[in-house]
Structure formats: structure tokens, C-alpha cells
T-cell receptor
Framework: TQLLEQSPQFLSIQEGENLTVYCNSS?????LQWYRQEPGEGPVLLVT???GGEVKKLKRLTFQFGDARKDSSLHITAAQPGDTGLYLC????????????WGAGTKLIIKP | NAGVMQNPRHLVRRRGQEARLRCSPM?????VYWYRQLPEEGLKFMVY????????ESGMPKERFSAEFPKEGPSILRIQQVVRGDSAAYFC?????????????????FGEGSRLTVL
């Protein structure tokens, strides 16, 4: 069974700090997606990465897909309280285009 | 465009009762996925459906759970004879088509979830 491991599981930092969260696997994936989920809500797609080494930016969020397409990172610059939430990564299997493998998430709290 | 609509948002059932959760996908989406989420955990795939067809139900318990996506109307996840362990948030997602490796094709759009509490 392929596994996506997210780290850290929990992170609490002050507003204005930078942070990086990780999504790692020993398996190669065809693509990887990052979602953010706020309490009581469903996950919302932030970005999809498909090419090894790809970097995508979404305002203060920078997403990178590893060269070997086994891992990804999410870097947030100058974190704000509005960034608080559960960050989930999900990757699609090479041999099963429709089923996503999900990480357990990183719970991020940004304190004002 | 309206997003994915799920109802009810909250459902309380006693052990042994039935729970029915409904999901209307985004307009134009014909692919529906059901996920289950326990507190402080990630999402666990249950079932993938297209109109009138179950494509993959490998994540769904074989007993008491069933899902359908009829030609007309919402997708329904049905849990019979609920037990306390069924308490969870159940999320529905829809996509325009299956993932083809091209961004903008198979991304999932989630509803706000249905939270089932079994007393």
C-alpha cells in the first residue's frame, strides 16, 4: 500500500513567521495536490503539481514537487492567522488515475 | 456555479437506525466520490461513482454501507443499522472527469460534509 506521510502533524507559530510543511512517500506519483481544510468545512484545492521539480506560487504560498515526484513541500512566507487550517496533500497513483492517496494532514495554527 | 451540495450538514441517529446522506455534484460534473474523515485525521476513500455506475467501492465496508448515483437526482450514501463507530464526517467530492495528467481535468471539488453522530 502506498503511503503519504505529512510532517509535522501539528505546527503552531506566531504571525509573521515562515514555515514549511512536507509530504513524503517512497512511491512515484503522476501528480500531487494540496488542499486546505478549515474546521467544519470541506477541503479546498490550492494547487496541483504534475512535473518533477515544478514550483508553483500562490501569493505567500510556494509549492514544490520533488524532482523524483515522490515528495512535495509547501512553504508559507509571513504566515497570517487566515492561514490557519488543516493542510492535506493527495497524490494520484501511476496506475490508477482516479483514486487519490491522502496524507493525514498538517494542522497549522497561526497565532496573532 | 453552485458548488457541491451536501445534506444534511448534521445528522444524529441512534444505534440501529439508518442514515442517508445526499450529495449533488457541481453542475456539469458526472464523477462523484465519497470520503470519510475522523476528527484530526485525513480523508479515507470510500466509493467512486459515475452516473448510474459504481466504479470503485473498495473503500466502503461490504456490510451496511451502500452508495448510488442515479441518472436523475443526487448521489446517496446509505448506512444501515448504524453503530457508534460510524460517527464521522462524510465528504462528497465531484470532478469534471477522471484525472488525465493535465491540470484542470480531474481535480476534486468538495462539499461541506455531513457530520453523522450515532448515539
Amino acid at each position: 500500500t502506498q503511503l503519504l506521510e505529512q510532517s509535522p502533524q501539528f505546527l503552531s507559530i506566531q504571525e509573521g513567521e515562515n514555515l514549511t510543511v512536507y509530504c513524503n512517500s517512497s512511491s512515484v506519483f503522476s501528480s500531487l495536490q494540496w488542499y486546505r481544510q478549515e474546521p467544519g468545512e470541506g477541503p479546498v484545492l490550492l494547487v496541483t503539481v504534475v512535473t518533477g521539480g515544478e514550483v508553483k506560487k500562490l501569493k505567500r504560498l510556494t509549492f514544490q514537487f520533488g524532482d523524483a515526484r515522490k515528495d512535495s513541500s509547501l512553504h508559507i512566507t509571513a504566515a497570517q492567522p487566515g492561514d490557519t487550517g488543516l493542510y492535506l496533500c493527495a497524490a494520484s497513483q501511476m496506475d490508477s488515475n482516479y483514486q487519490l492517496i491522502w496524507g493525514a494532514g498538517t494542522k497549522l495554527i497561526i497565532k496573532p | 456555479n453552485a458548488g457541491v451540495m451536501q445534506n444534511p450538514r448534521h445528522l444524529v441517529r441512534r444505534r440501529g437506525q439508518e442514515a442517508r446522506l445526499r450529495c449533488s455534484p457541481m453542475k456539469g460534473h458526472s464523477h462523484v466520490y465519497w470520503y470519510r474523515q475522523l476528527p484530526e485525521e485525513g480523508l479515507k476513500f470510500m466509493v467512486y461513482l459515475q452516473k448510474e455506475n459504481i466504479i470503485d467501492e473498495s473503500g466502503m465496508p461490504k456490510e451496511r454501507f451502500s452508495a448510488e448515483f442515479p441518472k436523475e437526482g443526487p448521489s446517496i450514501l446509505r448506512i444501515q443499522q448504524v453503530v457508534r463507530g460510524d460517527s464521522a464526517a462524510y465528504f462528497c467530492a465531484s470532478s469534471l472527469r477522471t484525472w488525465t495528467g493535465v491540470v484542470g481535468t480531474g481535480e476534486l471539488f468538495f462539499g461541506e460534509g455531513s457530520r453523522l453522530t450515532v448515539l
